[in-house]
């Protein structure tokens, strides 16, 4: 299910290397829920539904003035082998003014700062810098 995240996680790293301003990535709700939090919060300039084909979404990718990356590091944490879960608790002791996480919870996909307020716990996916 989530092998969909981590080709556009390679994806737009990959992107953003080589100075792309738009990718192409396959449409899925997980993806479009993911994109749709990098554009609240600032990480991509928007994104829409490719024109000639449905399947495929136009991801808009954000360089600053100087023509660095907005995110400047996507890095995941929670891997197929290797899954980690975070309770409530433990989502608490995590410093969200540092860095972003994306956390997978039963609510669908969340910022740390909205795991903080609705007190949900989860499985973390990416950190963003």
């Not at 991509?44 to 995110?71: C, D, H, T």
């Not at 944490?77 to 969200?96: E, F, M, N, T, V």
């Amino acid at each position: 299910m989530k092998n969909y995240l981590w080709n556009m996680f390679a994806n737009i790293k990959n992107g953003q290397m080589a100075k792309k301003s738009i990718i192409l990535e396959s449409r899925k709700t997980i993806c479009e829920s993911f994109l749709k939090i990098l554009w609240d919060e600032g990480f991509i300039s928007g994104y829409r539904i490719f024109v000639q084909n449905n399947k495929k979404i136009e991801i808009f990718l954000k360089y600053s003035r100087a023509g660095k990356p907005v995110i400047n590091s996507l890095k995941c944490l929670s891997k197929p082998g290797q899954r980690l879960y975070y309770s409530a608790k433990q989502i608490w002791k995590l410093d969200s003014s540092k860095t972003f996480i994306v956390f997978s919870t039963n609510k669908g996909l969340k910022t740390i700062n909205q795991c903080k307020k609705y007190k949900i716990g989860g499985e973390p996916l990416v950190v963003i810098n």
